[in-house]
Structures are given as structure tokens and as C-alpha cells.
């Protein structure tokens, strides 16, 4: 029979064991309870703070929405001379930029992401580094893997761009670039509803091409999480039964990364709905509802940012009502994301 | 202990048309990853319709030799190897063959169960939507689940997340999986370690079974698995002489041959339990 303590620690003690095991003291048990509830304290202190942010709009507004009501939200002009208000111009520019650009968007950040999570760029560096027989190299075998982390790290610095400069950027170099091709869709394929009218300088299509850009980082690097969380024991089982690069990735690990995608994808509309600087810089501020990608438009949040500095106490009324507008948009997408990631949390179960 | 290779194998006519013919003829002299030579002096010759083992020690570079069998070792970077695997006469690691393609006739079993995030009919479909079968896939669904033993497991709950199945269950649909478009051989890389005994005993009889039909080459840890089901067993040892640890090719032969009366050292003393 063993011995459960083996003979070996015993000799090394002198005399009998003895424990140092003892129960919490009155401080450790009260820094716990203080610690708990101050977790509970600063948890319910963000809950408390977005709804006190919306009540503040909300009695802001009330004045605006008394008198403006419902006809507020299917209004089409905006004349403070007037005092006629309406922003359905501005609701459709915003959920048509903020959709075009997530189009835009997710399909280039989750290529991206499939791009550095697959390793291409550094297969592709380390081939070429095989030609010249340095790929064992103490410093150029190393090269694949830094090429990579520093297009990572390239990809999260588009995140920290001011708006602004995108907005500058937009107008100083997307237009122009893009203005030719959108002369040549507009004369050719002008009866396409999309390509009707002609690009006069800001319109829809620039503040959304920016505007993808603006959060392509957010989809890529969640994606790129996502994907990398796929267990490689998936990849494997797919490349044992013979599929190609091609159909692994299509087939297995963009469904199976497909929550991460998809939680990465309505973060990114969310901050894509509430942008303001770079669109007001962009989209024309143009109270036009139109199919047309090159017609200028306007949205909620350059609505907001263009009419405060010159409001006057009535219109300060209408713009929270506007704002309390862009808050309920906001939230209901966040709110059927969190749905639809719900729904999403049992791929394919069911389905042939 | 430096082995020679030549002595390891009565190496058998590949041409041989009868039942006992070589399917895969693998000889690697030498295997790198990156600057590691990772195995050396390796010549195994895989028979139609039989089971063949290979064990040893961990780190002899028992699962390497198995993937290179399909050609898997080809998704590690820094694998470089030399030497030749012939399939069915056809050299695979020739500049004109298709790793792809290698993988679609020869199978692979992985040690973890890895069922795909989808409903288990859609698992065993894989492969067959893979080489675009055309023809009735439920009926080749169903017959692969009854080749793996868990058709009447899953029978009534086919549409349902192959994930919500146990391990051993799953490593049997992995199987089925595999085994789907009915490739000439399986490899399986330790297929039963992850597995319970009672799931190992299955998955055991289900090769037996599977034997009559395909060809297998199987890494175990599992001594005892290997006497049960092999028919040839070849043991790998490490060899650290040459400084790093490079796997050789210690024995090959009939497992029976094998465990009772083994020629070299080495395999008298790993399977009898001695270890240096």
C-alpha cells in the first residue's frame, strides 16, 4: 500500500504538522462586501447615466414634439424662417449612408480579416523568402510574422484617424478620384435610378465610401478575433477531407466565426449611424430624398452639428427632438443585433 | 543506435496484384520542419485491407509520418521532406499532384472529435458536396453512418447540431465523415485517446469492420490497441544522438511477430514497459 504523503516531505519537517490555515478576517470579509457593492454601485451608474441622457433630450424636446408631433418624422423640409421642421430627408440619408457604407465596409474589413487570420500575407512572404534561402534566417525568418502584425497594427491606426481628416480627405482627394467614374455611370447608366443624377462635389457616395473606411478597423479586427477563435481542429478536419483554401474558408470558418462577424458588423452601423463630422463635411447637407448614389443628402447627425451653432431657443427644441430621433434609430439596431446574435448563437441547428 | 534502412522491411513488390498489394508505399530518409529534422530512415509499406500501427514513445514522430501520408504536413510552414510516398504506384509529393486531391482519396480521422458547427446530416454531406456527388446523398449519408455505428443513434435527430452529440459519438461521425465518399484508405492519428473505453472498444470494432473495405494506418499510444487491431505494426524510437530528437523507424513487421518476439532493443524494452 502507498502512503499518501510521501515518506520524503515528512522527513524534511521537524516534529508533527502543523497547519496555517486560518478563517478571513473581519477586514478581508468586509473588503469583499465593499468591493461587491461597488461593482453593483458603478454597473448601475452607466444604466443610470444613458437613461438620464435620454430623459435630458427627451424634456428638451418635449416643447418640439407638442407641437410638431409625428409630422416631425415625415416632414421634408427643414426652414427655421418658417419654423417648418421635418427630417424623413435626414432619417433616409442616414440609414442609406450608414447601410451603403456597411455594405463597404464589412465585405473589406471581413476580407481583411480572413486575409490575416488565413496567414496569406506571410505564406506570401515566406515563399518569397524560400527563393533566396534565407527563410530559417535568425532575423528574415522572422519577417512573415512582423509583416503581418504591423498591416494589424496599420489597419487598427485607421481607427485613430480624427474625423475631421477623413472629412478633408474625403473632399480633397475621394471626389475627385471617384468624380470621373461617376460622370461615365451617369451618362451610360443614367436610367438606373442609383446613377440618375450627376455628382456635383459632396453627395452620398463619397461620405459613404469615408465612411467605410471609418469602420472598416472595427469590422476587421472583431472579425479577425472571431475567426481566430475558430478551433484549428476545424480548419484541419477540413483540409483532411480535401477542400480547398477556398471552400474551408467559405464553408467553415466564416460560418463558424459568423457570430463575431455578424457582433462586429452592427458595432460598426452603430458608430456608422451616429458619425457626424467627416458626413457633414461630405454629404452635401442637402434636404433631398433620393435613390441616387451621387445626389447630395443629409443625415441626423450633420443635421444636428450644422443648425446648433445658430439656433435659437425654439429650434434647440426641434434639433434634441431630431437627436432624441438618432438615439431611438441607434438603439433599436443595437437592440436587433442583439437579437439576431441570439438567434444567430445556434448555427445551423436545424437547418439542412 | 543508428538503424539501417534497408534491413527494416522485407519490402514487398508494389505490383503485386494480389489482395496483400502495397496501397501506400512511404519511405521518407528525411523530414524537416523548418531546420528540425524531425524523423529519418522511415519505410513503411501500407497493405490493402489491413490495419497498420505505428507506435512509440511521444515526440517519435509517429503522427508526423501519418501526415504525410495525405499530404497534411504541407500546411505547416518550414516542412520540407525527402524521399517518396507512392500511392497506388503514383508518387504524391510529384510537382504535378494536387495536395488537394491526395486528401480526397486518402481519409483522415483526427485525435479530438472535430465535427463541423452544423446539423450531422450536413457533416457527413461535406465531403460528398466537396467532390459535387450529384447522385442521392441522404442515401450515402445513411450508409456511412451505418458503416460508422451510429446510424440508429442519430437516426430521428439527424437535423439537430452535430455538437450536441457525446465525444465518442462524434469521433464515430467523424469517421463517417471520412469515410462518406468512400476514400481508398483511412488514416486516423490516435482516434481513441480522447475517448472513454467503452468508446474506444466501439470505435475498435468499428476498424475491424472497416478493414474489409479500406485500408488503415493508425497511430496509437494504446499498446493493447495495437495488438487488437493491427495486422502490421511498425515502431518508431527517438533517436537523440545526433543532438535534437529525430524519429526513426525502429521495426517493422506482423504485430503478433512484433510483441512476442521483437528483434531489436529497443522495441523489447518500450513494449515491455523498460524505458531509458
Known sequence: ?352 | MVQNAQNLSSAPNPANGNGKSVVIDCNITELYYGKFKAVRDTRIPIERNRITAFIGPSGCGKSTVLRCLNRMNDLVRGFRFEGHVHFQGADIYHPSIDPVAVRRYIGMVFQQPNPFAMSIYRNVAFGLKLNGYKGDREERVKRALCAAALWDEVKDKLHTSALSLSGGQQQRLCIARAIATEPEVLLMDEPCSALDPIATRRIEELMLELKESYTIAIVTHNLQQAQRVADKTGFLYVDTTQGGRTGYLVEFGLTKQLFEDPKEKHTQDYIHGRFS
Open chain 1, 1 to 352: 500500500m502507498q502512503k499518501i504523503v510521501p515518506a520524503n516531505i515528512r522527513d524534511i519537517q521537524d516534529g508533527p504538522r502543523k497547519s496555517i490555515s486560518r478563517p478571513p478576517t473581519f477586514i478581508e470579509k468586509h473588503c469583499n462586501s465593499v468591493f461587491g457593492w461597488a461593482t453593483y454601485f458603478f454597473a448601475w451608474l452607466t444604466v443610470l447615466l444613458v437613461l438620464y441622457i435620454v430623459c435630458i433630450i427627451a424634456i428638451q424636446a418635449a416643447p418640439a414634439i407638442r407641437d410638431y408631433g409625428l409630422g416631425f418624422i415625415t416632414g421634408t423640409t427643414w426652414d427655421a424662417n418658417t419654423h417648418q421642421y421635418g427630417v424623413l430627408p435626414e432619417i433616409w440619408g442616414t440609414m442609406y449612408s450608414s447601410l451603403l457604407a456597411l455594405v463597404i465596409g464589412s465585405l473589406f474589413g471581413v476580407a481583411v480579416a480572413v486575409f490575416l487570420s488565413e496567414h496569406f500575407l506571410s505564406s506570401f512572404v515566406f515563399s518569397i523568402e524560400k527563393l533566396f534561402g534565407v527563410q530559417f534566417h535568425s532575423f528574415w525568418g522572422k519577417l512573415p510574422d512582423k509583416f503581418e502584425q504591423i498591416l494589424k497594427n496599420l489597419i487598427e491606426l485607421l481607427a485613430a484617424i480624427p474625423s475631421v481628416v477623413y472629412g478633408l480627405w474625403g473632399i480633397f482627394f475621394v471626389i475627385p478620384l471617384i468624380r470621373p467614374v461617376c460622370d461615365w455611370l451617369n451618362t451610360n447608366l443614367g436610367w438606373i435610378p442609383i446613377f440618375n443624377t450627376t455628382l456635383s462635389g459632396p453627395g452620398m457616395l463619397p461620405a459613404s465610401i469615408v465612411l467605410a473606411i471609418m469602420i472598416l478597423p472595427t469590422v476587421s479586427a472583431i472579425s479577425l478575433n472571431a475567426l481566430l477563435a475558430v478551433p484549428p481542429k476545424l480548419r484541419e478536419a477540413s483540409y483532411g477531407l480535401g477542400a480547398t483554401r477556398w471552400e474551408t474558408i467559405l464553408a467553415i470558418l466564416i460560418p463558424t466565426a459568423s457570430k463575431g462577424i455578424f457582433g462586429s458588423i452592427i458595432l460598426a452601423f452603430g458608430r456608422a449611424l451616429g458619425e457626424t463630422m467627416a458626413l457633414a463635411m461630405l454629404v452635401g447637407n442637402a434636404n433631398v430624398i433620393s435613390w441616387s448614389l451621387f445626389s447630395p443628402a443629409n443625415t441626423l447627425a450633420a443635421l444636428l452639428a450644422n443648425n446648433f451653432p445658430e439656433a435659437g431657443p425654439k429650434e434647440v427644441g426641434v434639433l434634441m427632438f431630431a437627436a432624441l430621433i438618432l438615439l431611438a434609430i441607434t438603439l433599436f439596431v443595437n437592440m436587433i443585433g442583439a437579437f439576431i446574435l441570439q438567434k444567430a448563437s445556434t448555427p445551423n441547428e436545424g437547418a439542412r
